[in-house]
């Protein structure tokens, strides 16, 4: 059975910062594109940041850009995301995805991806 499970989130500071972590059992996403979404209350799912199997293309919603940074441990079979000078607006619950096609790049749709997380919750106070 295929696992992805988020972790790191919780409670800080505007202004401050947070690493969340994904780890995948179940099968490796090595060859894989992954990304994290987000969601907050009464709003849609949206695309955070994606990165490819290489790690070698990366791709990031306007509202995250300059802030967060999306990396991956293959042999770990881990995907990360550093958040910093985080606001208010960044609280949500953070979903780390990846698509089972194998060599894809990665997409901003949240259907190109076939496999989610959980999430976990970040809110940031004002």
């Known amino acids: 059975q295929v696992r992805l499970v988020e972790s790191g989130g919780g409670l800080v500071q505007a202004g401050g910062s947070l690493r969340l972590s994904c780890a995948v059992s179940g099968r490796t996403f090595s060859r894989n594109a992954m990304a994290w979404f987000r969601q907050a209350p009464g709003k849609e799912r949206e695309f955070v940041a994606a990165?490819?199997?290489?790690?070698?293309?990366?791709d990031y919603a306007d509202s995250v850009k300059g802030r967060f940074t999306i990396s991956r441990d293959n042999p770990k079979n881990a995907l990360y995301l550093q958040m910093n000078s985080l606001k208010p607006e960044d609280t949500a619950a953070y979903s780390c995805a990846a698509v089972s096609s194998l060599n894809t790049p990665t997409s901003t749709s949240r259907t190109f991806y076939d496999y989610w997380g959980r999430g976990t919750q970040v809110t940031v106070s004002s």
């Open positions: 990165i490819t199997w290489r790690g070698d293309s990366t």
